[in-house]
């Protein structure tokens, strides 16, 4: 696996701060680009994840064309974190089904959604690899 680029360092002026959204490319397959996207909350307001996801989840189900959501629950991931997964289908016009997949985490004072999207076959193989990424991201974090 490769490692990230850490370079970046900004001295942000009084008043601002750092609200790093990552963003990973990931192959092609099945006609679409695979990405996954890690918005890092370093102050949630809440230490429990099904309130966590609560706050977010309806607004982005809601943004997504012709969703549908397919299953909203806690989830234990590969090395033993606890995470919210959220999975809700979407059909963007004249295009193919896609399955979209959020991870909520709460480890130590800190935040992460991430959020990836799969055809019905990519979630089987590609997910696979996001969802241990994921689960990887959790335990460097603690």
């Known amino acids: 696996m490769a490692n990230t680029n850490r370079a970046l360092q900004i001295e942000l002026p009084d008043g601002w701060e750092d609200q790093t959204v990552h963003f990973f490319m990931g192959p ?8 996954l ?3 890092v909350d370093p102050a949630p307001d809440t230490r429990d994840l099904a309130e966590y996801s609560e ?3 309806p607004r982005w189900v809601e943004a997504l064309p012709n969703s549908e959501l397919l299953s909203d629950q806690p989830q234990q991931l590969e090395g033993g974190s606890s995470c919210w997964s959220v999975v809700c289908k979407s059909i963007p016009a004249e295009r193919q089904i896609l399955l979209h997949k959020r991870w909520y985490l709460l ?3 800190t935040g992460f959604i991430c959020t ?3 055809t019905k076959r990519t979630i089987k193989t590609i997910g696979v690899d996001v969802e241990r990424t994921v689960a990887g991201l959790a335990a460097a974090a603690r």
């Open 55 to 57: 706050r977010y989840t």
């Open 37 to 39: 996207t890690v918005m």
């Open 28 to 35: 092609e397959e099945s006609g679409m680009q695979h990405t």
């Open 116 to 118: 990836a999207s799969f």
């Open 107 to 109: 480890v130590n004072k």
